[in-house]
């Protein structure tokens, strides 16, 4: 009956630990919540928890001072047999499980290391994940006997098994955070205009490209310009219109669809000139998209440059500015511009 009631707590206390070990949203939070959970489950003189995962190695402990720490570093972890048979096995390993207390004591690892605070039991269980050892849970004291039970044993490669599950989804969990740092990283460098949105939270998120061209659009609040543009339409159907600005010549094209996964909406900014941005004489001889290119050639903008505004390639870029120089009777773009320039623009209202 004694027996019994212990195991039924140490049940109850890693069933009700798992949540919050799970819930842990970092290393320090979840060496932490494993201590006050050792604590109580499976009290001894001395406990702690080491990772050696290569994107957690940290350690924590209570009942042990620097030096014993330092000796094991030094001479201790590659003698200890109880970590060996815990690392082959997968499970929880017991010194007393391995050889009779009177052994334990002659070996040179007791005498080196668990000598300093006596330590006769040790008991290390695996954090396992994926079938990986990433690191292991230690208690020791100076009771030969103590948790060498068969249920006390089984709590401890429970708690491995806990532990290294919020491990794995730490680490999970900082993968997309890198992931998704270095994709946003991409897209603000993307010459391309592009406005994201979170469908789920209605958030948006626009690069650089896109700032830069509604700051073209709206002088003074280009972002709540676009968000009442874009309130109309909704990103999850996917849409494509052209937002006349008329005053200023232009015409700013949108393009959104969502993504797969349905949580996210892209958004392809491009902002034209209009066709009478041209002299009528000029304009009424080209192509949609000839004079499109036209103009921003006679802004300076080079082919590439044309390119990504446009979303064609360089060399698509060089044949339609060939053709217009074609039909114009012209050879390059210092006789455009003078062509161009040599009218006023005529804007539609």
Do not use: C
């Not at 957690?56 to 000796?71: K, M, N, P, Q, W």
């Not at 491990?167 to 946003?184: G, I």
């Not at 999850?236 to 959104?256: N, Q, Y």
């Amino acid at each position: 009956m004694s027996q019994r009631g212990p195991d039924e707590r140490t049940a109850r206390l890693v069933v009700s630990a798992t949540d919050e070990l799970s819930a842990a949203t970092s290393t320090e939070e979840l060496l932490e919540v494993y201590l006050r959970v050792a604590r109580s489950a499976l009290p001894t003189r001395s406990f702690g928890i080491y990772l050696f995962s290569p994107a957690r190695h940290r350690s924590a402990t209570e009942g042990v001072s620097d030096l014993f720490l330092a000796r094991y570093e030094d001479a201790g972890r590659e003698q200890d047999p109880v970590l060996r048979r815990a690392v082959d096995t997968r499970s929880a390993a017991h010194s007393a499980h391995l050889m009779p207390p009177d052994d334990w004591q002659d070996l040179p690892f007791y005498q080196d290391v668990l000598a300093l605070h006596g330590m006769r039991m040790v008991l290390e269980a695996p954090i396992v994940a994926g079938g990986q050892v990433l690191g292991t849970l230690n208690f020791a004291d100076r009771d030969p006997g103590l948790l060498a039970g068969e249920a006390e044993v089984a709590v401890a490669s429970a708690l491995g098994r806990v532990v290294g599950s919020a491990v794995a989804s730490l680490e999970a969990r900082d993968d997309l955070r890198r992931e998704r740092d270095n994709a946003w990283a991409a897209l603000d460098l993307a010459a391309v205009a592009l406005v994201t949105t979170d469908l789920r939270t209605g958030k948006r998120r626009l690069n650089e490209a896109a700032r830069q061209l509604l700051r073209e659009v709206s002088d003074e609040d280009p972002e709540s310009w676009l968000e009442e543009t874009m309130a109309a339409r909704n990103p999850r159907d996917g849409f494509a219109w052209t937002v006349p600005l008329a005053e200023r010549g232009l015409r700013l094209s949108l393009r959104s669809r969502p993504v797969p996964d349905d949580e996210v909406a892209v958004a392809v900014l491009r902002l034209e000139r209009d066709a009478a941005g041209l002299p009528s004489s000029i304009a009424a001889r080209l192509t949609p998209r000839e004079r499109e290119i036209a103009v921003l050639a006679v802004e300076g903008l080079s082919d590439d440059q044309i390119a990504a505004r446009v979303l064609l390639s360089p060399y698509t870029v060089k044949q339609h500015l060939k053709a217009v120089y074609r039909k114009l009777g012209i050879g390059s773009r210092q006789a455009l511009t003078r062509v161009v320039l040599s009218a006023p623009p005529s804007f539609e209202g």
